[in-house]
């Protein structure tokens, strides 16, 4: 319902505006950005950092667990003033690691500023060329096939994506015989780079590109 809606809404102003006489085309950032060796080589960076963090976070948590453990066995054998030192310890312990994992994965984290610092600026890169593009070559509007807003159907011709990549100094991949619209490298776009990160991350995450 959201994607239809979108595509209303985008018909809607398409029309009323008068757009449908201007030129407009479009370009899918997740192929622009999966054709960047720098791109490529950033999200490696960041899911080494993930995986590294992540294998910390599963230890503390896994000392935590034998300490529960080991209290439980052992309480019955405990003076008052023993559980309670116990007690606190396992406490101190999972406070320690949920602040860690917070300062690696959280919002404004390890993680996020190290994104915001390898991948926002080939994102702003990836703008400039389309928004170069639009003023020299008198774009009205210009889509990103890989965003939320979804196209229903996409004339390659239409396609610049490959424009851009070539307006950046990069080389497309090469394309196989398919005569649909879709390239290489689908999955999330990747953008202006303010999105939270999930405190129990699977790899680098992605949106829309936007100017800073």
Do not use: H
């Amino acid at each position: 319902m959201k994607k239809l809606i979108s595509m209303l809404a985008l018909s809607v102003m398409l029309f009323s505006t008068g757009a449908m006489a201007q030129k407009w085309c479009y370009v899918d950032t997740q192929y622009i950005l999966d054709n960047i060796p720098e791109y490529k080589s950033a999200q490696q960076q960041l899911d080494q950092l993930s995986v590294s963090w992540q294998k910390e976070v599963e230890t503390k948590y896994a000392f935590i667990d034998k300490l529960y453990k080991d209290f439980q066995a052992e309480q019955i054998l405990l003076t008052d003033e023993m559980k309670r030192k116990r007690e606190n310890e396992i406490v101190s312990k999972e406070k320690e690691a949920k602040e860690f994992q917070k300062s690696k994965f959280g919002y404004e984290g390890e993680l996020f500023k190290k994104k915001q610092e390898l991948v926002k600026p080939i994102q702003d890169k990836i703008y400039n060329a389309i928004k170069k593009m639009a003023t020299e070559q008198s774009y009205a509007a210009i889509f990103d096939k890989s965003s939320d807003l979804i196209m229903l159907y996409a004339n390659p011709k239409f396609d610049k994506s490959d424009d851009i990549l070539n307006a950046m100094g990069y080389k497309a991949a090469e394309k196989g015989g398919d005569s649909g619209t879709s390239k290489p490298g689908g999955g999330t776009s990747v953008g202006g780079g303010s999105t939270p990160v999930k405190e129990n991350p699977a790899g680098g995450g992605n949106s829309d590109v936007k100017p800073k």
